[in-house]
């Protein structure tokens, strides 16, 4: 084998390896639909959530995230919290947490609809130190907390 047919064999993975990449890039999509993540809007998970609030001021939204919509009072703040606080706040707290023995107010919160793709039915409340860090964490998804009923 000559040296140039060496060099041709060498190139061939490369040169596939090339292919590959620019196929790749072409069918995802370069143009105005993406974000930086290569993500098209169809293929971003989805948020449509219903929150009902009792306790203190009652109250009851919908909210949408990606772009952030719905009748809750701030929308685009509630859109954050969730992105901050969503994961570690939105599963139940574990039976077995110890948590503060403290009274934090009547109100009450179930959110329910789907969030980021995956369906969503959490409940919240003041009941506890645990529960009261869970409300806490997403606010103003949730309202701030009024103290009715506390003495």
Sequence with gaps: MDHQ?????RRRPRIAALSLCAV??????????????GVTPQDAPSTALTIKV???????WKLTCDPAGGDHPDAEAACA??????AK????????ALCTAMFG????????GTWRGQAVDARFSRQ????????????P????ASRVGVQ
């Design 54 to 60: 009792t306790g203190g001021d009652p109250a009851v």
């Design 128 to 139: 506890n130190g645990c529960e009261i860090d869970r409300w806490n964490d997403l606010v």
């Design 81 to 86: 919290a969730l992105a901050k606080s969503g």
């Design 24 to 37: 790749a890039l072409l069918t995802t999509g370069c143009g105005s639909g993406s974000d930086a993540d």
């Design 105 to 112: 107010g009547e109100q009450t919160a179930v959110i329910t």
């Design 89 to 96: 706040s939105i599963p139940a707290t574990p039976a077995d």
């Design 141 to 144: 998804l949730l309202p701030k």
């Design 5 to 9: 047919t060496s060099a041709r064999s």
